[in-house]
């Protein structure tokens, strides 16, 4: 377990090994293990109980959901707790066009870079017969007001953007898009999974209906998140059971997850402005380094609108799991938004929108820097890539594209 500035204690074999895949996961923070193991301890109580020992459980739970409302600029009333992302993403999408079915609008307007959480939601809402419609993005992975214009109608019911995609970093200008969904009568969502903790996020800035998030991104544990959900608008839970959240999601609260996303939330504000600049400019001494170092190398998504900690970059002549294997090898643990299923590689689908060619989206490889991250590790890796890269090239005879 890390706490904010430790370095990476992992080693086995001798071999001092760097986590840059922060956007898949971060470590807990200290005082959130520390905080989970004391509610786990001493608040066994069900919140749902009227008794001492489950209104105690209840205040655990409270707490955490102001300081979660505070990361976002809602209020603790409209902030309701789930297992996560996809089940905040799942809820948003399902629970909003369950509620707008009456309306008889039928269109729900998204981008093809979502998360899985949200394209595979509309194609499984497709099926029931929704109009699904997917926004063009442009070549750095951005939504302009002029491609969401042309996709809304006054049939549409739902509009689902993402703040900032999590294989390239792009922050979309969601206000913008907002106030044009808006005046069209949309419902609109953004999933602020890859933005809550690492840069302000605040949802009467961003004017939207509803604001998905997931602890485990920001140092805080796996398996809970939450929906913030504006009040007044209509959502159907698609969780049915029992009254708790308000009767919106059933279900008894994982107290001691719910308490540690609070603690997280909170060490998030309180280091936010600093980490941010810090992991910017760890993260341009990487990317400056490896476009020097590695011949045949681009950097995918708009390079000034982007969360601080990502980089995506494309190896010419190298397939991104091979590179992806030979750097864990080595100790450097990063991730690709292609997959290997079947023996053949799937190019990253969020590549493929932005309508790069096959070279870039088989090719590319997501470094994403958090806390433990350190100048040291930047430079190890950026000294790492050439002779993997070299080595890999050696072993394809075409030449490396300009
Ligand atoms: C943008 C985005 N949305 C949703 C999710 C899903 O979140 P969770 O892992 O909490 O289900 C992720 C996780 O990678 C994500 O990056």
Redesign the pocket.
């Known amino acids: 377990m890390l706490s904010e500035a430790q370095p990476c204690e992992c080693y086995d074999l001798g071999m001092t090994r760097v986590y840059m895949d922060h ?3 971060t470590p807990l923070a200290e005082a959130v293990a520390d905080r989970m193991m004391t509610v786990l301890r001493e608040e066994f109580g069900n919140p749902s109980s009227v008794h001492h020992f489950g209104q105690r459980a209840k205040a655990v739970v409270d707490e955490a959901r102001s300081a979660v409302a505070e990361l976002i600029g809602g209020d603790p009333s409209e902030v309701i707790f789930t ?7 799942n809820f948003a999408l399902r629970g909003a066009a369950d509620a707008l079915e009456p309306s008889g609008r039928r269109q729900l307007i998204s981008s093809g870079i ?5 394209l595979n939601t509309l194609k499984a809402l497709a099926r029931r017969g929704w109009q699904t419609t997917l926004v063009p993005v442009g070549a750095t992975g951005l939504i302009t007001a002029e491609a969401l214009t042309a996709s809304l109608t006054d049939q549409t019911a739902v509009v689902s953007i ?5 294989e390239i970093g792009t922050v979309q200008p969601v206000a913008e898009l907002t106030r044009l969904a808006k005046a069209r009568g949309a419902v609109v969502h953004t ?4 933005t809550a903790g690492k840069i302000p996020v605040n949802v009467k800035a961003l004017g939207v209906d509803l604001l ?1 998030i ?4 920001f140092y805080g544990p ?4 939450a929906l913030w959900v504006r009040r007044g608008l209509r959502l159907l839970p698609f969780m049915t059971g029992g009254k708790q959240e308000r009767g919106r999601r059933s279900g008894t609260e994982n107290v001691a997850a719910i308490a540690g996303m609070g603690v997280a939330a909170r060490l998030a504000m309180a280091k936010m402005a600093e980490e941010a600049s810090r992991l910017a400019a760890l993260r341009n001494r990487l990317e400056q380094r490896i476009l020097q170092a590695v011949p045949g190398t681009a950097i995918n998504g708009d390079p000034d609108t982007r969360v601080p900690n990502t980089t995506n970059i494309s190896f010419d002549r190298v397939e991104a799991e091979s590179l992806l294997i030979a750097l864990d090898l080595e100790g450097v643990a990063v991730s690709t938004g292609s997959a290997c299923s079947s023996g053949t590689l799937e190019p990253s689908h969020v590549l493929k929108a932005m309508g790069l060619p096959a070279h870039r989206t088989q090719n590319s490889i997501r470094f994403s820097l958090g806390t433990a991250n350190t100048e040291a590790e930047v430079d190890h890796v950026a000294a790492v890539l050439p002779r993997v890269v070299d080595k890999l090239r050696s072993l394809t005879r075409t030449p490396v594209r300009g």
């Open positions: 956007n898949a996961t297992s996560g992302g996809t089940e905040s993403d979502e998360h899985e959480a949200v993402m703040h900032a995609n999590n999933d602020a999974v890859q998905s997931s602890a485990h991104k796996k398996g809970v998140g």
